[in-house]
């Protein structure tokens, strides 16, 4: 099993450019969490899709959004990228996402994409 | 007000001690409580989740939740150079989210 998987591993863009990022989810899992996770602090959640759809949104402008695939792969899109955008951009992948209020199982998290902004 | 603080640490212990790890949160609804451990440069794996108040143990880990006082903790015992990372306290209501603390780094000295 691979896990929760993201590309790129790394990543420089410069100021107002637009970025994709990109992850594959745990086998058997249909929901996708994208958290951005500034150096020193806890990841902080960006959004979740679930059956191709934006399901929640946290705090982040317009310029984050997102997409998912029929085969729950997911990316995540972010236009007119500023300094403070720089960070590391984790993916987790649960399942159970027609259960709410559930624990909606664990949440599997890959190893996240480096983005520097420059 | 964020929904969860950490104690920021670091904490440096030497190998065999006990490591105990804090946190408070804010918003009283029904929610699970997490913890999470991330090594350096990886994504975070979930060491343990629990809902109620008390105690829960997974080998040499312990995590307490107390809800009256809206504080949730993690031991590890007999901690290990390998147990060597940061560790992020976590919270998830009905919703969907994980709403984390800031993390705190522990370094286990051999």
């Known amino acids: 099993d691979a896990g929760v998987t993201q590309s790129p591993t790394h990543l420089i863009k410069t100021r107002g450019q637009q970025v994709t990022l990109r992850c594959s989810p745990k086998?058997?899992?249909?929901?996708v969490s994208w958290y951005q996770q500034a150096l020193g602090q806890g990841p902080q959640f960006i959004f979740q899709?679930?059956?191709?759809?934006?399901?929640q949104r946290g705090n982040f402008p317009d310029r984050f959004s997102g997409h998912q695939f029929p085969n729950y792969s997911s990316e995540l899109n972010v236009n007119a990228l500023l300094l403070g955008d720089s960070a590391l951009y984790l993916c987790?992948?649960?399942?159970?996402?027609?259960?709410?209020?559930?624990?909606?199982?664990?949440?599997?998290f890959g190893q996240g994409t480096r983005l520097t902004v420059v | 007000q964020k929904e969860v603080e950490q104690d920021p640490g670091p904490l440096s212990v030497p190998e065999g001690a006990i490591v105990s790890l804090n946190c408070t949160y804010s918003?009283?609804?029904?929610?699970?409580f997490m913890w999470y451990r991330q090594y350096s440069r990886k994504g975070p794996e979930l060491l343990m989740y629990?809902?109620?108040?008390g105690n829960k143990e997974d080998g040499r880990f312990t995590a307490q939740v107390d809800k009256s006082s809206k504080y949730i903790s993690l031991f590890i015992r007999d901690s290990q150079p390998s147990d060597s990372a940061t560790y992020l306290c976590?919270?998830?209501?009905?919703?969907?989210?994980?709403?984390f603390g800031a993390g705190t780094t522990v370094t286990v000295r051999a």
């Open positions: 987790a992948s649960s399942s159970g996402g027609r259960r709410e209020g559930h624990l909606n199982t664990e949440a599997f």
């Open positions: 086998s058997g899992h249909d929901t």
């Open positions: 899709y679930y059956e191709e759809e934006e399901r």
């Open positions: 918003n009283s609804a029904f929610q699970y």
């Open positions: 629990t809902y109620s108040s």
């Open positions: 976590a919270k998830k209501r009905n919703d969907y989210k994980l709403s």
